[in-house]
């Protein structure tokens, strides 16, 4: 029983994010005139609504169709269901770590569905605090980012213990 209830906290944590991302996709795609900036803090925090065809800062927009189709979907795909089926295959892993990769998978899965359903991640965030500049991003990337970060924090604070983890249950497939 105490299984089922962790892959369903997980299943809720990936789903969460997934939902967040995609309801704040449809609003921006609703509400914000695309390539609009409306100023939300002066200068430092802006809405936007920006299609982007590529990766991250889009990378990848101008590749021929057959790379984009398999560097931008058929890979991230494949990457995703294994960590999604690693964190659900193994319950012992530590709570964090878990949370931190429900948090990348779900982030993962609301860019894909955007590239497999529209061809594109729309992107509306941009941040900029004195020389610190951001690129445009949505929640989907807020996800991936908090989760990737956790990661970090969980392998500094633990004196690699979390690298060992990460280690032998995902790249050992082990678990």
Known sequence: MKNSIKRIFIITI?????????????????????????HI?????????????GAAMGLGQNWPTPAKFILLKIIPALVLLFLCYQILKNNNRNKWLTISFAFIIGGGIGNL????????????????????KTGIFNMADVSVTLGALLILFLTLSKK???????????????G
């Open 41 to 53: 803090l002066d200068d430092n925090f802006i809405l936007t609504n920006v299609e982007n065809t």
């Open 113 to 132: 569905l955007d590239r497999f359903v529209h061809g594109s991640v729309t992107d509306f965030f941009f941040i900029k605090i004195g020389i610190l």
């Open 14 to 38: 990936i789903l969460a994010n997934i939902g967040c991302d995609q309801v704040s996709k449809d609003i921006v795609q609703k509400k914000v005139i695309p390539g609009d900036y409306i």
């Open 160 to 174: 690699n213990e979390a690298l060992n983890v990460i280690n032998k249950d995902f790249l050992d497939g082990e």
